[in-house]
């Protein structure tokens, strides 16, 4: 590492001083029984709001002073805090709302925390470096190399807490059973008892935390190796981009679209390009021991980002119009949006002047650092919550007639956009949509029902063999069902009554014989299910249908109508614009057809 480094680590990570570490020893303890105190009561609280709001504080506040404080007395981690904890509380009183109409919170609200933990925990991640920064200079001065080492300290400390704990645990538990061994069971209960297990964890970590933050030699010499081996795969990660965009007039367009992971594809190029050359490179691009070539590569490729950005947001763009607004393409919309901020910065700096881009692009990624927090904590409010974006949109293509109401996802609503998909939901089945739409209207009534569980079975009278078929997609749309298969469903597959379009009924034909599948999750990329045919003028079941080669392009087109078409070949085998279908007899079928010999 260069001498500058080295002198910039010295100045800028001095280590935590004694009554430092000793409070965040502290806060880590408290940490641990203040969430040991939220999970006894979790159960029992009728308001999520509170109990969401509660947890967003006491779990991600103390992260901003773990990373970034530097000083017990700072009045700079008072404001912190006063502005912190009101904001995160409004968020998780905002993930509590959406929860709300859950009655199986362990099922239904997983997604949504996690992704909440995720992006803000990401935010207040980024916040620690800043609060660091403003602590080190004394005024809200923020200088691009400080807050890189502050970074790469932060990912450091997290990386290695969490070794260091999972490691501790291993200890303890060899430990308790080196104990079971000669009959002392003491120290196996403890592992047992709950609040041991969140003081002692909470206890390991704030001693690592303050360990490893009080080693700034240590932290500038993984960082040292780590610029260096991200430097090796900047080279690569740039030529594959170059190559990439020379190759484009060959081959086309069409080759792209054809993978259906064209726009994630180009996304995640872009933001590892972007995350190496901030990393390793923007800082000292004359210091990085590249010949002259491979930095002029290392710009070429910068350059070249919009045109990612360009054929990314197509792509996006495409399966938006195809399939509507859903939570996960309005991320994928967030991020594509974030790396259109950097890549086109940074290209136009460049192509102004490259000799001053060193400098200017620093500035800008303080700037940018930023403008990543407030849009991750944008999308958590009501302001711009991603899920009421995509429950409105979904209705709209509903009602526009954009999707027949048997195809549609009306579980999507329910499970995967809280209270906003619920409203939708309610709001559909008032409306004059639903009483010109049957079918959408007994669906939307069954998803509304209230169930208890993952296979709860929904409330469809199951000796009205019409309420039973609509529960599921026909494929092709015009097939009758025999009836005694339908009257089989509740016994055999109940899972399937429990939301509708859970499950496909599915007629194929190969050469003289009919098979009838019943298919869970259709438009999964792993749709399988159990295959009946007619033997003796009775409907049994004869194997299991399992999918082969399914490719995200065509699994998600869910509003193919057409049923499987028979390959040749020894294989009973299927295939359709989704994916290839291979049938496996039971050994029940097998005897049977042993036994007719």
């Known amino acids: ?39 006894q009561v979790i159960d029992d609280f009728d308001d999520l709001r509170w109990l969401y709001g509660a947890y967003a504080v006491v779990g991600l506040l103390p992260l901003l002073f773990y990373l970034g404080g530097t000083r017990l007395y700072d009045i700079r981690n008072l404001i912190a805090a006063a502005v912190l904890a009101p904001l995160l509380f409004g968020l998780g009183w905002h993930l509590g709302w959406l929860c709300e109409p859950f009655e199986n919170r362990s099922y239904h609200t997983e997604n949504f925390v996690f992704s909440f933990a995720l992006s803000i925990g990401a935010a207040v991640f980024v ?37 260091f704990v999972g490691i501790s645990w291993g200890v303890l538990a060899l430990w308790a059973q080196l104990f079971d061994a000669i009959g002392i069971t003491l120290f196996s209960q403890l592992l047992d008892n709950t609040l041991f297990v969140y003081l002692c964890n909470g206890l390991i970590a704030g ?7 009080n080693q700034p030699r240590l932290i500038a010499t ?3 190796i780590t610029r260096g081996l991200l430097r090796v795969l900047l080279v690569p990660v740039a030529l594959a981009i170059v190559l990439f965009a020379m190759a484009l007039p060959w081959v086309g367009l069409e080759q792209i679209w054809a993978t259906g992971r064209a726009a994630s594809l180009m996304m995640l190029l872009s933001v590892v390009l972007l995350a190496l050359f901030a990393t390793a490179f923007l800082e000292a691009p004359h ?15 910068v350059i070249l980002l919009p045109l990612n950005v360009v054929l990314a947001s197509w792509a996006l763009g495409l399966r938006i119009g195809q399939h509507g607004l859903s939570v996960d393409r309005l991320w994928a ?17 460049i192509l102004w002047s490259r000799a001053k881009a060193s400098a200017r692009l620093q500035r800008i990624n303080v700037v940018m650092g930023l403008i990543v927090v407030g849009t991750l904590i944008l999308v958590n409010t009501p302001l711009a919550d991603l899920r009421a974006l995509s429950a409105h949109n979904q209705a709209q293509r509903l009602t526009e007639s954009r999707v027949a109401p048997e195809r549609f996802d009306y579980n999507y609503l329910r499970d995967k956009l809280g209270a906003y998909g619920i409203a939708e939901l309610k709001r559909l089945q008032d409306s004059d949509f639903a009483k010109g739409h049957p079918l959408a209207a007994r669906r939307i009534a069954a998803v509304l029902q209230p169930s208890s569980g993952r296979d709860t079975a929904l409330a469809v009278d199951t000796n009205d063999p019409d309420a039973v078929t609509a529960v599921f997609d026909i494929i092709p749309g015009d097939a009758a069902v025999p009836t005694e298969l339908i009257a089989a469903v509740p016994q055999t597959m109940p899972w399937c009554l429990n ?7 599915v007629r194929v034909q190969r050469q003289a014989m009919t098979f009838w599948w019943i298919v869970t999750n259709p ?3 792993h749709p399988s299910g159990r295959t009946y045919g007619e033997i003796d003028g009775q409907w049994r079941q004869i194997g299991r249908v399992s999918s082969r080669g399914c490719s995200e392009q065509s699994v998600s087109d869910k509003n193919a109508d057409v049923a499987p078409k028979a390959l040749p070949g020894p294989f009973v085998a299927f295939e359709d614009s989704r994916c290839v279908y291979v049938v496996t007899p039971n050994e029940a079928y097998l005897r049977d057809l042993s036994d007719r010999r």
Request: hydrophobic residues 55%; charged residues 10%.
């Open 1 to 39: 590492m260069s001498e500058r480094h080295t002198n910039a680590n010295s100045d800028y990570t001095p280590g935590l001083d004694r009554l430092t570490r000793y409070a965040l020893v502290v806060l880590a303890v408290a940490q641990a029984l203040a969430l040991y105190g939220l999970a």
């Open 222 to 224: 993984l960082s040292a």
């Open 127 to 163: 916040l620690a470096s800043y609060l660091r920064a403003w602590s080190a200079q004394h005024k809200p001065v923020f200088d691009y190399p400080q807050l890189l080492i502050y970074t790469h300290e932060q990912v450091f400390s997290v990386v290695l807490v969490s070794t």
């Open 499 to 505: 939301a509708p379009g859970r499950c496909a009924l």
């Open 523 to 525: 438009a999964s990329t």
């Open 287 to 301: 210091e990085s021991g590249y010949p002259r070539p491979l930095r002029a590569l290392v710009w070429v490729a």
């Open 207 to 213: 001693i690592a935390l303050v360990v490893i933050r």
């Open 333 to 349: 919309a967030v991020l594509l949006a974030l790396i259109a901020a950097y890549a086109l910065s940074y290209a136009l700096v």
